[in-house]
């Protein structure tokens, strides 16, 4: 993705083996539970959430680990400044219940460049992360984020948010890419939970669900990362369109008609780079993106090995043994609530991670 590469493990990071205690996930209570913000030293009324005029945010997800940093405008918006993050497939193999070492290690190791990356891009960063489904689902989650948060310097673990919160927060980063009181619903297919969210942008979201499908989970549950067998492909394909046309059937007559259809995330951008045949610069706005388009594009890296489709233009390397996955999600997206083309969107949970800061509704992690 924009700026992601695939980090060395560090065994000296890894998690030990005593860390790997059966330990319950651990969420936050609410979003709309107020969270104390650290007070900048000297500060009696003003929180240095708000004070600040950087903020980074960081997000843990079951494949890549991504911060943004992001200014504060004089409008109160707030604008990207860079972004970064690594692949470290942090969810694979959780089907025990438990995130590996090597995993955790390579997780660790983009934890700890990530912060020290954040607090120099700006002066008096405001920062927070949030760890979603692969920690969420794994029990060994709390102690893993525990030991990376010390690797790093934070003075507390990243938040586990809950599938909820997820779906919740996704819609308010997503919605930052379209006018306020624009209809949209979107999807953020990630490595171990897509989430789908429905409703007006600047609103509370009207209609979300978080589903238990993602590009890693797909690629392990159905062996579709390198050669992929067509009964396989199949397979994938019938179970996703049989969650997302579930999740359509659960909504009813609630879903509105006349939806612009948004896809958020690191799917949708190789998407785009591929169709467009390079990587496009971080934060780009991406022309929307056919149906007809994401078939071909399918056909396209279902047809070759891993080592080919590593080598096509515009799709990141480390991305590409989770795109056949990732374009089965679309698809199967797109066909369930009735969209023939979608806009690659830009935005995402890390916005809505920074304007929780601000807002005062998300924990503020410090730096020591």
Known sequence: MEGIAKLPPNRQNAASKGEERRLGVVTTSSLSKKATAPRREGSRDESFAISSMFYGALDIGSNTVKATVFRLQDDGTLATVAHRGFVTGLGTGLKDGLLKDDAMARTTDAIRELT???????PHLCFTAAATSASREAQNASAFLEHAAHEAGLDAPPVIISGEQEATMTFQGAACAFPKGTLFINADPGGGSTEVTCGRAGEPFLLGKSLR???????????IGDRIAPDALAAAASETQALFQACRASWGDAFPQGCAFSVSGGTSFCAASLQAGKLYPPAAPMPEMTREQCVAQQA???AIDLAERKRLPGLPPDRADVMPAGFLIILAFLDAFGGNRFLPNHCNLRNALAQGMLDGTFPVLKHT
């Not at 020290?116 to 700006?122: K, N, R, S, T, V």
């Open 300 to 302: 396209r890296v279902c």
């Open 116 to 122: 020290q990356w954040a607090f120099a891009q700006g």
């Open 213 to 223: 499908t993602g590009c890693v989970r797909m690629r392990d549950q159905f062996c």
